[in-house]
């Protein structure tokens, strides 16, 4: 095997994100672009070296080159052993899963999550470390590092195998193992819910399921798991094809890109359950009929009926929440006895605490939910987890949500995305905003006095790393909030979000609509930070 060795020059666009490095596909489809960061990933996780790694995506365009390339450097590298999905296909919890199953010395992740596909679409990729989660800030610093300063890199000059086969082949030295990317994941759930229960859910009354896949890569987990295995109708997974573009559509779960599900789920005949999983399946959004479940009620309400379910039977340990996710899961951690953790975004802060045996289920408002299983997000598990529970309490998602309301009060929240936003001008909205954080404090804003106004800063409780500027905070008396972060998931612009809160303990009060609820808030909002005036928007892109 020759080993090739190129020389580049640094790009100084390298830094990953939240969740790894995304761009548009078009710059990674730049000569030398994807090579350099790949790079510095080996050049920084020196123990793969001799070890085995982890390789699988979400299948959009240009996975399957990716995978090439990278194959042909961990073989120029020295790696072991790479296990990569059929077909390039993993999903993130899945990838995350074989990690720590076989105790690799890490993996790479090829997805842009919930942005959309296609050529004219975005690609991504991050490093997951040996206990199964995306790279903590120390370790994406260094790659980052790296990959200023890089001046070549080494590729094996060999074809790869195909990787459409299952079963074990060599790359030069290097063996790859070509795995069946459901098997190992569908065994963990086993472990975790009572699929027999489920199953009789299925098939012992009139239950009815749609779960929408999105044209992503929860279709083959969806078909295998809930048809194959519990018994679900044929026509349960729905848009269930993983396609390179997703079908030209948006595979991220919400009210506005998941519209197919939401319609049917709203009819008077629809299905009793419905669900949506994103590109790359670490994301969820649950539906009852006619009724929609917050993500940061749905964290709340796993935590309050764990009990209920196999693997958490035993009780949970602790809670940890993004800080924009509404406060419900600290009501129902104080209930339980039990640590709540406030983190900033981004799975990986979480990562500290599992290992820790601080927590035991995670979640964050945009859809993501997980537990200890692995160190990522799961949808196909939180999905499940419903099922289990809804197979135990024999009743609706709706009369579910309002019995823990009755019991906790209702957290009204809303988050609203403006999204592609001008950088510069979203920048200046909340450098302004920085501003006058100090001169908040016990300020009458419409009916609501500011109680405390900071911008979020983090000390983990493990290692006691610091992380500052997570994000605006404005928290009145009585416990409403309003929370201001730019997204770091986003390629084109900037995407400004905005979360608004307010607790309300009255059951009377429980059945109001959310934007009515809290259009007092929200027009607060819009006139502390100028919204309209730095963003050119009077209206949101997306509303969850």
């Known amino acids: 095997m020759n080993i090739n060795v190129v020389a580049t020059t640094p790009f100084s666009d390298q830094k990953p994100g939240t969740s790894g490095l995304r761009k548009q596909v078009r710059v990674f489809q730049q000569p030398h672009y994807l090579e350099n960061f790949v790079q510095a990933v080996f050049n920084t996780q020196t123990a793969l070296k001799g070890g085995t790694l982890v390789l699988g995506g979400d299948g959009r365009y240009f996975n399957r080159e990716a995978i090439r390339i990278i194959l042909r450097m961990a073989a120029a590298h020295g790696v072991a052993k790479v296990i990569v999905g059929r077909g390039g296909i993993l999903s993130t919890p899945a990838v995350s899963c074989l990690i720590r199953r076989y105790q690799t010395q890490g993996g790479l992740i090829l997805s842009a999550s919930h942005n959309p596909g296609g050529p004219q679409g975005d690609f991504g990729i991050k490093f997951n470390t040996p206990n199964g989660g995306p790279a903590p800030e120390k370790v994406t610093n260094a790659i980052h590092k790296a990959t200023l300063t890089l001046t070549e890199y080494r590729i094996a000059d060999i074809h790869p195998v195909n990787i459409d086969h299952l079963g074990n082949s060599t790359l030069g030295a290097m063996d790859i193992e070509v795995v069946d990317p459901v098997q190992d994941y569908a065994a963990l759930m086993q472990t975790l819910f009572d699929f027999d229960r489920i199953g009789t859910l299925f098939t012992g009354t009139a239950f009815r399921m749609r779960f929408d896949a999105m044209y992503a890569v929860t279709g083959p987990y969806g078909r295998r798991i809930l048809v194959?295995?519990?018994?679900?109708?044929?026509?349960?997974?729905?848009?269930?094809?993983?396609?390179?573009?997703?079908?030209?559509?948006?595979?991220?779960?919400?009210?506005?890109?998941?519209?197919?599900?939401?319609?049917?789920?709203?009819?008077?005949?629809?299905?009793?359950?419905?669900?949506?999983?994103?590109?790359?399946?670490?994301?969820?959004?649950?539906?009852?009929?006619?009724?929609?479940?917050?993500?940061?009620?749905?964290?709340?309400?796993?935590?309050?009926?764990?009990?209920?379910?196999?693997?958490?039977?035993?009780?949970?340990?602790?809670?940890?929440?993004?800080?924009?996710?509404?406060?419900?899961?600290?009501?129902?951690?104080?209930?339980?006895?039990?640590?709540?953790?406030?983190?900033?975004?981004?799975?990986?802060?979480?990562?500290?605490?599992?290992?820790?045996?601080?927590?035991?289920?995670?979640?964050?408002?945009?859809?993501?939910?997980?537990?200890?299983?692995?160190?990522?997000?799961?949808?196909?598990?939180?999905?499940?987890?419903?099922?289990?529970?809804?197979?135990?309490?024999?009743?609706?998602?709706e009369n579910i949500v309002r019995s823990h309301w009755r019991q906790f009060g209702r957290n009204y929240y809303t988050r609203h995305d403006f999204e592609e936003v001008d950088a510069e001008r979203a920048e200046t909205l909340m450098r302004r905003l920085r501003d006058r954080l100090s001169a908040l404090p016990g300020k009458r804003l419409g009916d609501h006095t500011v109680s405390l106004a900071d911008d979020f800063a983090y000390e983990d409780p493990i290692d006691g790393t610091i992380s500052q500027g997570q994000g605006v905070r404005i928290l009145f008396e009585g416990g409403s909030r309003l929370v201001f972060r730019l997204s770091g998931t986003g390629t084109a612009g900037a995407t400004l979000r905005l979360y608004v809160e307010r607790y309300e303990p009255d059951p009377q009060r429980h059945a109001l609509e959310t934007q009515s609820a809290l259009a007092p808030l929200i027009a607060i909002a819009h006139e502390v930070a100028g919204i309209e005036e730095h963003t050119g928007r009077e209206a949101p892109t997306v509303i969850t």
């Open 228 to 397: 194959e295995m519990l018994g679900a109708r044929s026509d349960t997974v729905m848009r269930g094809d993983p396609l390179a573009n997703f079908g030209g559509q948006h595979p991220d779960p919400n009210l506005v890109y998941a519209q197919d599900l939401v319609e049917a789920m709203y009819h008077r005949d629809g299905p009793d359950f419905g669900a949506a999983s994103d590109g790359d399946g670490d994301r969820n959004m649950i539906l009852g009929r006619g009724f929609f479940v917050t993500p940061s009620d749905s964290l709340a309400i796993l935590a309050a009926n764990a009990h209920h379910v196999p693997g958490y039977r035993d009780g949970i340990a602790g809670i940890a929440r993004s800080m924009p996710t509404s406060q419900a899961a600290d009501r129902v951690a104080a209930h339980l006895g039990i640590e709540c953790f406030e983190t900033p975004t981004g799975w990986k802060f979480f990562g500290n605490l599992l290992d820790a045996g601080r927590v035991t289920l995670c979640g964050e408002e945009s859809f993501g939910t997980g537990s200890d299983h692995v160190r990522e997000k799961d949808g196909l598990w939180a999905v499940l987890f419903w099922l289990n529970l809804l197979a135990v309490r024999q009743d609706s998602v």
